[in-house]
Each structure stands twice: as C-alpha cells, then as structure tokens.
C-alpha cells in the first residue's frame, strides 16, 4: 500500500495543469491520497472537482466567515478501490469524520451533540472554531487510523492566531491519546507547517529550538518520550537538505533553500499476533521507505525557467513537494462499503447526476412543447398529452448503485418551458412515466417577445472596436477643426461654382453633373475626414510611445545594481501591516540561497525613495 501527502496549493490549479481529477490522481500512482489546501468551498465541489473512476474521495471545507479565510485551507482524501459498495480493500475505509471534534455537521444550538472521546475539557466554541477551517479528515481503515491534516500557519507577531494554533495541536495531541489508550494504530500525514529540528529548516538561527511549537512537535515522537515515529526520519536519519516547501515570491528552489513541513507519522503496534515482542511496532515492521517525491510535476512546463526575478513575482504551481510512504504486510479487513461522507452522496454532487432514461425522457418532453408551440399558431387552442414523471422516494441506505439519483421533470402550467426540479434531500427519487395534458393559448404565446427580434436590437446596440477611438467633435476640438478644415474645402469647391441653393452646379463642359459626378464628391469627401482622422490618431499613438519610452528610460536609470552581482534589482512594495506598509524597495534580482553560494541572492536591500523610507 501506497500513502501520498500533497499540498497541491489549489486543487483547481492542479487538475487544470494535468487535464482532468482522474489524471492528477494516476499521476501518483498511490492507493491513498492525501491532499491539502485544496481552496474549494462547499457549494464548489462538483463532479469535476471531487469524482474520479476508481477513486472515493471526503473532503472538508472552510465553513468560517472570517475576512481572508473563505475559500481558503481545506483538505481532501482519495482512496482507490476496485470497489465502493462491497469491498475488502484497506484503502476503502470503514468510516469516515470531518474535523476531529465531532461537532461539526451538529447545529451550533444542539447542546445534545457530544464531542469526541478526550475532548470534554474545551468549551464548544473552542471546537468549533479549530474545525471551522476545514483543516482535518479522518480515515477508519480498519488496521489503523489515518489523519489527514493541514496545521495553522501563524506569524511571530500575530497572537491571535498564534493562540489558535497552540488549541489545534492541543485538541489534535487529546483525539490522539484517546485513540492510543483504546489500542488503535494511527498514521498522521499532511502540512503541519512546523520544522521540527534544524536539520529541517535552511535558515535555522540560534534561536530555532526555542519555539513552542517545535518543542511540541518533539515531544510526541518515541526518542523523546512520545509515541510517533517521524517516518522520513526514520527511514532517512542523516539526510540533508530534505526539504519539502519553498517561497513561491523568492525562488528559493532553485538553490533547495526551503523547510521541511510536510510530515507522515505514525504510532501504534504492529500487526503481527506477536507484537510485543521486542523490535516490533508499526514501523519496524509494516513501512518500507518514505521519501520526498522532489522530481514530481508540480507546474505546466515550460521553455521560460523557473525563475526570472522580476516585478512582484510568484511562481505558478505548487510550492510544495510531495511525500510518499511504502506499507508492506498489511492484510485486508472485512466486507464493507463506502461511507456516508464520501463525495459521491453529497446533495450537490449526487443530485445532479443523470441516468440515460431520464435524459431521453426530458427530450421527448421538449420536443412535445416545441410541437406543441408550433401547432398553436394554426388555432386559437390546441391540447396536447405528453409524458412527465413523478417521484417515487427510496432511502439512500438502500441504494447500491452509483448515480441512483434521478431528477425529476414536470411541465409548469404557468410557463411555456419545461421545469427541471432536483431534489436535494437525502431521499433519492426515481422516475416513472405519468400521462399530463397541458393547454396552451395562441394568444399567450403569439404575446411573448419574438427571439430573432431579440437578437437583431442586441446586435445593434454593440459598438465595434474603432468607434471606440471615433472622438464625438463636439467632444474634442482638435478633431473638429481639422475635420472642418477638411470638409470646409470641399465645401468651398462647391460653393465657388454655386449659383444659388436651388440653381444647378455646372461641370468642366458646361453641363449638369450626374450622379455618379455627385458620388465621386461624396466619397473623395468622406476619404478626407478619414484620412484626417487616422493621422491624428496616428500622431497621438506617437506621442503616447515617446512617452512611455521617456518613463521607461527614466526608470532604468532609477533602479540601483545589486552590490553582490552589479546587476538590476527588483522593486517589491511592503504588503505586511504596520508602519512600512505600501513603501517600495529594491532587493537583488537573484533567487534565494544559502549565503556561501556566489550565485544566489546577494541581499542587497535599499528603499526606493528618501519619501518611502520609514522614519
């Protein structure tokens, strides 16, 4: 068996570089997925974004309202199985939890909900607000317990969320040790978005061991007095430079100058019937090898590189790097099916899936009303009989069959198209065929606007993209004296020979002009006006370039060189609140690296102006 941790950054992103859901799983080649900040909310998750063949997948989403925390974290697990319904198979679970409080789903009214073993000490609003964020999914897989979790970042001078982080890894450390103390095994993976050692971190300082969260973290594994193994460690005790996240806005990965969050651990005996036997534990004894998968496609190729420094940079992508572990030994459990939380029965997925008869049956039900309308326009009244469908309800628990939600469909006497209505409940319906007799009036429908009627006055209200620079001449003066001048010669030509408003304009021969003599003045008239006005628009398109080049040269002399390298700096702006919020500077151009490479950022720092810099 094969367990895979990913920070995907975005699970739109990803399934968008590889094509499809069903791809991005299969480019894992794993039997258990687990996925971090997915970016989704709930009323988000359709099929496109939460079903594959082959693959059941739970999600948690953000249900908090907080300003920058909609649509942000959430956290999914894919489990592939042969099959969901009767199945043997470990990565199938038995059962399934969002959040690892047990409140959520509860209303927040509902005083009778009882929180989860270990958890009675935290007041109801403390776990509900840790598991508002979507951060946390648990997995029963019979043989062990699998968290899927996306830890907090806070900053160092953010207290708030500081606080929240400390209560995400209290209540986390209480849910573990309850489930240890019944003898179950448990696999822990995910972003905790904490280094634990400085062999972790590139920039450790003096000061890296002294952070309560890495103290905690320390804490909880077997060489401290805890329970879990850190399995990459495990299996890779002295490697360096392992690291799993980089900043996106520095190029850290260019140079590997990133940290390492990403984590499997895990706890517990080992399966054999023996296993208390010295030597033997979960670890030992069931995982082959855990490694960071660092040459796995986590961005659209390109020919451009990875990095190119720049104004205000990000690199598109993942900023992290998947990690895998290997399971041997690991024996099947009993017959069971999917869940009841998996995607597959959610209200927003299951109620829009459509079987191929209600399809043909909406169909044949349009065509009906389009006859129909065609019909009434030769008689005052025509009636008609057509088929529609009505429900016949069945509890989902009886349902072993995917895409058993049918949607039904009614014709409304009130209007003149046809109804799709779905039922979203947690009862499913199912479609039978009824007899309906509809009337429709010719009057009511001859009343209704024409569509081609419609389509012609939209069409000729869009303008085309040169009216757009056509100035008005009563708008802009410059136009108006020169399309004067133009037409004012032309009008002059024609008044010299003019005897009177009424009197006939004579030709070179003494006759009257004829028509097409009359055109040809016409046009030569209105090239004028288009050739005057092409010209200023050409002389205006001139001055906007001599322009942009001025600033752009301008700020080519203004931007500083790096003392490192003698190359052009980069300017950022200061986005952090506080005093130098919104200030520019200018930094070296190079991606970040270690201090003894030459070839990394230098750390040249200078503001952009005496104006910005910070009193």
Known sequence: MKIVTYNVNGLRQRISQFGSLLKL??????????????????????????????????FSCTRTSDKGRTGYSGVATFCRVKSAFSSVEVALPLAAEEGFTGLLGCSRKDETASVAEGLEEFSREELLKVDSEGRCIITDHGHFVLFNLYGPRAESDDAERIQFKLNFFKILEKRWESLLGRGRRIFVVGDLNIAPCAIDRCDAGPDFENNEFRTWFRSMLVESGGHFFDVFRAKNPNRRDAFT?????????????????????????????EHDIEGHNLIACHVKECNILTEYKRWKPGNA?????????KLEGSDHAPVYTSLVKIPDVSHHSTPSLAARYLPSIHGL?????????????????????????????????????HSVKRPITNCN?????????????DSENT??????????TEEAACNTTIAFNRRYISSMPNQETKKRARKSQQL???????????????????????????????????????????????????????????????????????YLEKEKNNIALLEWQRIQLHMQNSIPLCKGHREPCVSRVVKKPGPTFGHRFYVCARAE?????????CGYFRWASMKSRPK
């Open 353 to 389: 899936q459509q079987t191929l008869v209600s399809v043909l049956m909406r169909r044949q039900a349009a065509k009906q009303v389009k006859c129909h309308i065609v019909s009434s326009s030769f008689s005052d009244e025509s009636i008609i009989s057509g088929d529609c469908s």
């Open 305 to 313: 590189p990875r990095w190119k420094g720049g104004w205000n940079i």
């Open 245 to 273: 996240c980089w900043p996106s806005n520095t190029g850290a990965e260019q140079f590997n100058y990133g940290t390492r969050i990403d984590h499997i651990l895990c706890a517990g005996s080992c399966l054999h019937e």
């Open 593 to 601: 690296g270690p201090s003894s490479n030459p070839e990394a950022n």
């Open 464 to 534: 085309s993209l040169r009216s757009f620079f056509q100035k008005n001449s009563n708008l802009d003066n410059g136009l108006d004296s020169s399309a004067t001048d133009v037409s004012g010669n032309q009008t002059g030509v024609l008044d010299s020979n003019s005897q009177s408003p009424e009197a006939p304009v004579m030709d070179d021969h003494g006759g009257s002009p004829t028509r097409s003599d009359m055109n040809g003045i016409a046009s030569s008239q209105g090239q004028g006006v288009q050739e005057g006005s092409r």
């Open 401 to 413: 069959v995917p895409g058993a939600n049918i949607s039904c469909c009614s014709l409304d006497q």
């Open 419 to 428: 109804i799709l209505k779905n039922d979203n409940s947690e009862d499913l």
């Open 25 to 58: 799983l299969n480019s894992f080649d794993a039997d258990i997925i687990c996925i971090q900040e997915t970016k989704l909310r709930r009323q988000e998750l359709t099929a496109d974004f939460s079903i594959a063949d082959g693959y059941e997948s739970f």
